[in-house]
């Protein structure tokens, strides 16, 4: 998947145009609630077979810190 | 297997939700749960009061006389009282005979699977002939008003099973599963309801699979056999991803929450009292039933229509 795939994939998950998500956004400037991390988990597992642990994704401060586990 | 279900008058729609939590849209609310709407009990209202209510609605819709019946089980973590047992209240209110047994036990999602197996094996060992299985929650009354994410999902309600000898020939054999270092993912504490959303949705995904397969080979079935899953009702994100993690066709498996929400103990007796009134059940098909939430616990089986 490449970096702009990716940022598609996360423009879906949280409603926002691509342009808002750069992977140095702060991800409470775009609605980093319980359904947007639950979003990323199933999307890491669906998409990539990677689990991420509550406790992780509660360390997620960026856009980058998502796009990291996308490999 | 003969089943009715009773849901609280007092209705919470997205359009109420949005009003409150302001940074949200009735649609992703819809889009994200596939719950348009939930029922929540009123102040004085109590699970026994449903549970009450969905045994009348069993009693009249499908012809079972209270006399008939020598067993009565409730599943519930929102009991009435601390003691009594809320069974002996509903022995007494429901007409059921001096002579029968009741007892409460103390399961989330997982319940209405463990209550199928006890049942069972009451059935089974010649203890009792007719069972009444309730299963009634009021998790609304544990929820936090700023608690978004627990409000938008739960919903109150009851359902009532009878389990009678013919039902529990068509039950199968059961996989069962326990991890208390998990308790604290769905707690209630200081009388509010407090839960690991992350935390809850990976345990999910892990215990599935492997209990599919299990329950599969304890009833000596392939995936193929199996003509539709109809698990706990969490929220449709959960199930869609679990569906897609387990590569289960659409259209064998059920997912229909859209105006009672997650309600706990009662959504699989729910969905197949639904399946049933939609003419989706015919006679021989096998159904693969799994809960899997609060404890954490979680329980499968296969039954035969």
Known sequence: MTQDEKIDTLAEIFDRDVAELRPDVELDEIGWDSMAMLSVIAMAKTRFNKKITGAQIREFKTVQDILNVME | ?305
């Not at chain 2, 102040?43 to 969905?54: G, I, K």
């Not at chain 2, 999902?153 to 326990?178: N, P, Q, V, W, Y």
């Not at chain 2, 992350?198 to 193929?224: A, C, H, W, Y």
Request: net charge negative; glycine share 8%.
């Open chain 2, 1 to 305: 297997m003969k089943i009715a279900y009773e849901l609280p008058a007092t209705v919470l729609d997205n359009a109420e939700l949005v009003r409150v939590y302001a940074d949200w849209t009735e649609d992703k609310i819809w889009d994200k749960t596939g719950i348009s709407s939930r029922h929540v009990a009123a102040s004085d209202e109590t699970a026994v009061d449903l549970a009450e209510r969905a045994a009348r609605r069993l009693f009249r819709e499908q012809g079972v006389a209270p006399d008939s019946l020598d067993f009565l089980m409730l599943c519930t973590q929102s009991p009435a009282y601390r003691l009594p047992t809320s069974a002996c209240i509903l022995q007494d209110r429901l007409g059921l005979p001096t002579t029968a047994g009741a007892l409460d036990f103390n399961l989330g999602c997982s319940g209405f699977i463990y209550g199928l197996s006890l049942a069972k094996g009451l059935v089974c060992s010649g203890a009792a002939k007719s069972i009444l299985l309730l299963t009634a929650e009021t998790y609304t009354k544990y929820i936090a008003s700023e608690d978004r994410s627990t409000r938008t999902i739960f919903g109150d309600g009851a359902a009532a099973t009878l389990i009678d000898e013919a039902t529990a020939a068509k039950i199968g054999a059961f996989s069962f599963g326990t991890d208390g270092s998990g308790a604290e993912r769905l707690i209630v504490r200081d009388g509010h309801l407090s839960m690991d959303g992350p935390e809850i949705f990976n345990f999910t995904l892990d215990i599935v699979p492997r209990t599919m397969e299990d329950v599969l080979v304890k009833n000596n079935l392939s995936q193929g056999d199996i003509d539709l899953y109809v698990f706990h009702q969490a929220n449709k994100f959960m199930l869609d991803t679990i569906r897609k993690v387990n590569g289960l066709p659409r259209d064998k498996f059920y997912v229909n929450l859209e105006t009672t929400g997650n309600t706990v103990s009662s959504t699989i007796p729910i969905a197949l009292r639904q399946l049933e009134a939609d003419g989706r059940l015919q006679a021989g098909m096998k159904v693969m039933l799994m809960g899997f939430g609060v404890g954490l616990s979680w329980g499968a089986t296969v039954i035969t229509i």
